[in-house]
């Protein structure tokens, strides 16, 4: 938001009416003053999708800026927004070639995992195939659950570089929540290209690299826009940032792994 056009402090920043109280009267934006919840700044179904989508891709952090700036009126909250994108990435990434049990256990090359499971489904007296089904279908709900501790590790590390700027933690938070919506839509495009080109992108290097590439740029920007970092500064902390994600990421995705190995 340009300086110069920001409302005053008795004007609301979303629509500029007039404010008579802590919640503006013609849109019912909350105001500075105002101490958001959880569920009021983060969750829910308020919004426009399109702007949401628009604010999302072309400018970084700006969803966590609206809520600091007292402006996210017309968006939606970031956690429903995150929860619709994971089911739209695993539609468009699951399956063969994409994001799945059986790529994880693939990963394992000591193969006790997929002796594991090989085990596990003879215990349950059902073909391999069938549960193998049973086991992706309960990967895909517990992680969709899990992610959202996710949100607090990437919401923790921008909260331990960024702790001199002095924000809520509600803007710490939907700032990752901002980037993982990004990394699943852009995960989602990459595989799900690949699936219809008929091409294994997870077998190729170089897509790994960009994709990583792309992701940290969108961090070292969300860095300056957000915080007002200068570019060394951000690019230092994205590293921070991205390297106690990729930790998370990693551990949430297999203990995901190992909860549906028990249960399914």
Known sequence: M??????????????????????????????????????E????????????L????????GLAREIDEARDRGSMRPGALLTNIIAVFFLLAGGVGGFTSDSLIAQDRSGHIASFAAQRAT????????YHERLENRFRSTYSVLITLTTLSYAAALWLVERRRRKSWLVHLAAGVQYLC???????????GGRLAGVDVAALPVVGVATIGVLALYVVLMLRRLYGDGWGAAVAKALVV????????????YAALAIALVTA
């Open 2 to 39: 340009d300086i110069a056009a920001t409302p005053g402090p008795s004007q609301c920043r979303f629509c500029s009416a007039a404010l008579t109280g802590p919640y503006c009267q013609a849109c019912g934006q909350p105001s500075l003053v105002v101490r958001r919840t959880f569920r």
């Open 182 to 192: 990004i990394t699943f839509i852009l995960s989602a495009l990459v595989y799900g």
């Open 123 to 130: 215990e349950r007296g059902v073909a391999t195939s069938v």
């Open 242 to 253: 991205l390297v106690i994600g990729a930790v998370s990421d990693s551990i949430l995705s």
């Open 54 to 61: 628009r604010v999302l891709l072309t400018d970084p952090g």
């Open 41 to 52: 700044a983060i969750m829910g179904n308020a919004g426009r999708l399109l702007h949401t």
